[in-house]
């Protein structure tokens, strides 16, 4: 590395979605903002995660000096327990920030060894050459910051992800004076959030919700229930007070939706009168009108709490006819087939099922800033250079395509993708050269509350675990499985001899299959989850590897 360059390599979250991950190097030191995972599309059948591939910080390790977090989101944080295992270099974040990776790294046994270290709005601190002030944003999430990082060559501002909320439901407001201040200052390169390039006008306020939570809540004689991100703390507080208001007792079903809603109280995002909260144990002694149930899995995740309702398979919460269910989120692209799947389901239980579709007002806002918005912090920092982050390769684009029509605001406009290296130095600003980047598949192996540790699904190492394919022949129309289950096994010791190995796996799957309803039968991305859930749990135990099982089903 050249002495008095700044480089700046993102290793994830340029050109694709999520896996945001950046280092940003002065001479031999290395910091790195947010380490962020990807959720595996339908291609990546089998795996759970996808994290960036860090060889060059672990080629660079003596030289970084920590990851400094800008929130709490998966795919800013979710590759911190992977990254850590190979790297364990300190880690700076809010305090709501470091509640998430607590729980996260304590999951995978990491908690001990790590050295975490709070950070707050407002407050400058130093790493290497680097001196870090954390601005407050908003953004779907709480305790969310940008970093204005101080470099011996400028600043640079990084946004993180945020969207410019007048009236934020904790009223921690938007720092623009800080950005306005970096403007007048002077601002060497800003890189911006691009997840809503796309869209016209303000994002709406959290706030807007509350009108459309209010017409459900009067309008609804029977069980409410109300699924959204459990990270989405506006949207549950918003939900508690409404409960409260309505007189409705609350349960919370699903692990995520339970933690993080503890997690909100413990730090004080949000305020729950005594006796509010019931044991979903308790939901059926209460009267329906009575009852509202906070319930994860709104992605339509095939073992998500609502999922598993929308089917009957879920022991507290039941959907009954005549009951409510909100879905108070997005739909991420990719999931709209299993999204669409429960919303199915769920009409077949005569519930109203409340969704986004368009109507106003809406049942969900976005958390990421639209043009407007956008255009509004450009024009506040002014930089020299602007530079699009976080989105796929249109969004950055159009990004780069918008800020290159503000002349009066920015001085250049530079694309980069992941992987590529950016260099400044007197001169001015570059690509010089690429770093080695790419996704690793990885295999959480945690299934509710069994946890073990991290495996590396890498394709490299299939030859190391295998592959295991069920193939399940189903009969179309009496949803029947017609012959006992064909498996293949491949590339584990013991994986073609062992017939004792084998028969266990089928009757596994014959099993599984017995104790489905007929719903679930009919739903293939549910018995394929099932399917694979339990298979990897009977090979574990049986052969101590970790096979790819990806389960195939055929109708006949
Ligand atoms: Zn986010
Ligand atoms: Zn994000």
């Not at 605001?409 to 007197?426: K, N």
Request: with cysteine; proline share 5%; net charge negative.
């Amino acid at each position: 590395m050249p002495p008095h360059k700044l480089q700046i390599v993102p290793l994830g979250g340029l050109g694709e979605f999520g896996m945001n991950c950046m280092a940003v190097r002065w001479g031999d030191d290395i910091i790195v903002i947010d380490a962020g995972l990807m959720f595996p599309e339908a291609e990546l059948l089998g795996v759970d995660i996808v994290v960036p591939d860090i060889s060059y910080l672990v080629e660079n390790r003596k030289h970084v000096r920590g990851i400094v977090l800008t929130h709490g989101h998966e795919d800013h944080i979710g590759a911190l327990p992977w990254i850590l295992g190979e790297l364990n270099v300190p880690v700076y974040g809010t305090e709501f920030t470091l509640a998430y990776v607590e729980g996260k790294l304590e999951e995978h046994g990491l908690l001990d060894a790590a050295v975490l270290n709070e950070i707050s709005a407002g407050t400058r601190f130093t790493l290497g050459p680097f001196t870090l002030h954390p601005i407050q944003v908003t953004h779907s999430l709480v305790d969310c910051v940008a970093l204005a990082i101080h470099t011996p060559l400028g600043v640079v501002l990084h946004t993180g992800d945020f969207k410019v909320d007048p009236t934020p439901t904790d009223n921690k407001l938007f720092d623009l004076h800080a950005f306005a201040d970096y403007g007048k200052e002077g601002v060497l390169a800003l890189f911006q959030d691009s997840t809503n390039v796309e869209r016209p006008g303000y994002t709406p306020s959290e706030r807007a919700v509350r009108r459309k939570f209010d017409d459900v809540f009067r309008g609804t004689d029977r069980r409410l229930f109300i699924s959204c991100f459990s990270s989405s703390i506006h949207r549950i507080k918003l939900a508690l007070e409404l409960a409260y208001e309505y007189n409705r007792k609350v349960a919370l079903v699903g692990r995520s939706m339970t933690e993080s809603t503890e997690i909100a109280q413990d730090l004080g995002y949000i305020d729950v009168p005594d006796g509010l909260f019931i044991h979903p144990g308790e939901i059926k002694s209460h009267p329906p009108e009575r009852v509202c149930v906070l319930i994860s899995g709104t992605q339509g995740e095939p073992m998500s709490a609502l999922s598993r309702a929308a089917v009957e398979n879920h022991k507290h919460a039941k959907i009954e006819p005549g009951d409510t269910v909100v879905l108070s989120s997005r739909i991420i692209p990719g999931n709209e087939k299993s999204i669409y799947r429960v919303i199915d389901h769920l009409f077949r239980r005569e519930a109203h099922v409340i969704y986004e579709d368009g109507s106003s007002p809406p049942i969900h806002v976005s958390g990421h800033a639209s043009q407007e918005e956008l255009k509004l912090i450009i024009n506040l920092v002014k930089p020299r250079y602007f530079i699009p982050i976080h989105g796929e390769y249109r969004q950055l684009k159009r990004h780069a395509e918008m800020a290159q029509q503000m002349r009066g605001a920015v001085g250049q406009v530079l694309m980069i993708e992941s992987g590529d290296i950016l260099e400044f130095d007197e001169l001015g600003a570059r690509k010089a050269g690429r770093a080695n980047v790419g996704r690793v598949c990885i295999d959480s192996g945690s299934m509710g509350d069994v946890v073990e540790d991290l495996v590396i699904r890498d394709r490299r190492h299939l030859s190391e675990d295998g592959i295991v394919l069920p193939i399940i022949a189903i009969n179309k129309h009496t949803g029947r499985v017609e012959t006992s289950p064909e498996i293949v096994m491949r590339g584990f010791a013991g994986a073609d001899s062992e017939d004792g190995l084998m028969s266990g796996a089928r009757e596994l799957i014959m099993n599984t299959l017995e104790q489905s309803s007929d719903e679930e039968k009919r739903d293939y991305g549910v018995m394929k989850e099932k399917i694979r859930q339990d298979l990897k749990r009977y090979i574990a135990k049986n052969t101590q590897r970790r096979p790819l099982i990806m389960p195939v089903i055929l109708e006949i």
